[in-house]
């Protein structure tokens, strides 16, 4: 059974950093893409990163800069280092294992990230 586990959520000051992480398991982790997705108030649920197999990348353009994804395909787990957050970073953030045609998969249980002063 696919299962994804999200931790390091909080609450965090304008210009600040957190770092998320998202356990996997039920699955040969290395061999798949993963990503980030978040969710804000009343928005609809947006992708922010994704890293292949490879260990290519891309961001959403809101992000780019200020994000890093990376994956630890020994520990079987996916990363999102956020820097420089901005109030409308807040949301909900999933860890996501794509389908098998490229959109959204198995999701996570979501983990709150709040950028207030």
């Known amino acids: 059974q696919v299962r994804l586990v999200e931790s390091g959520g909080g609450l965090v000051q304008p210009g600040g950093s957190l770092r998320l992480s998202c356990a996997a398991s039920?699955?040969?982790?290395?061999?798949?893409?993963m990503a980030w997705y978040r969710q804000a108030p009343g928005k609809e649920r947006e992708l922010v990163a994704r890293i292949a197999s490879s260990g290519s990348t891309t961001y959403a353009d809101s992000v780019k800069g200020r994000f890093t994804v990376s994956r630890d395909n020994a520990r079987r787990t996916l990363s999102l280092h956020m820097g420089s957050l901005k109030p409308e970073d807040t949301a909900v953030y999933y860890c996501?294992?794509?389908?098998?045609?490229?959109?959204?998969?198995?999701w996570g249980q979501g983990t709150q990230v709040t950028v207030s002063s």
């Open positions: 996501n294992r794509p389908a098998a045609d490229g959109g959204p998969g198995t």
């Open positions: 039920g699955f040969i982790f290395k061999f798949n893409a």
